[in-house]
């Protein structure tokens, strides 16, 4: 049974940092370009940034380059988003997912997802 369980969210001020971590079990993770998307109430659940297989090829949202960092750790089956300089806007359920192809940007391409973790970034 494949898992994906999200951690680290919480509480910061406009300007903070979080870190988002994604443990995976039941897959062989290295086999799978991972992803962080994220959702907002009443809103859609969006793109935010994607890492190969390999870990040399990654992706963002323009709106999130230059603050937040992708980065995986295939001997702990894990995938981190380091958030930095975080906006009210950045306020969110975060969640990870797995794409056996590729490294989509839509969530379509997407085979496995965590249940998410909540951000929030008070102004």
């Known amino acids: 049974q494949v898992q994906l369980v999200e951690s680290g969210g919480g509480l910061v001020q406009a300007g903070g940092s979080l870190r988002l971590s994604c443990a995976a079990s039941?897959?062989?993770?290295?086999?799978?370009?991972m992803g962080w998307f994220r959702q907002a109430p009443g809103k859609g659940r969006e793109f935010v940034a994607g890492?190969?297989?390999?870990?040399?090829?990654?992706r963002y949202a323009d709106s999130v380059k230059g603050r937040f960092t992708i980065s995986r750790d295939d001997a702990k089956n894990t995938v981190s988003l380091q958030m930095n300089s975080l906006k009210p806007e950045d306020t969110a359920v975060y969640y990870c997912?797995?794409?056996?192809?590729?490294?989509?940007?839509?969530?379509?391409?997407?085979?496995?997802w965590g249940q998410g973790t909540q951000v929030t970034v008070s102004s």
């Open positions: 997912a797995a794409a056996l192809v590729g490294l989509p940007a839509s969530t379509y391409g997407y085979d496995y």
């Open positions: 039941g897959l062989t993770f290295s086999r799978y370009n």
């Open positions: 890492v190969s297989t390999t870990g040399r090829s990654t």
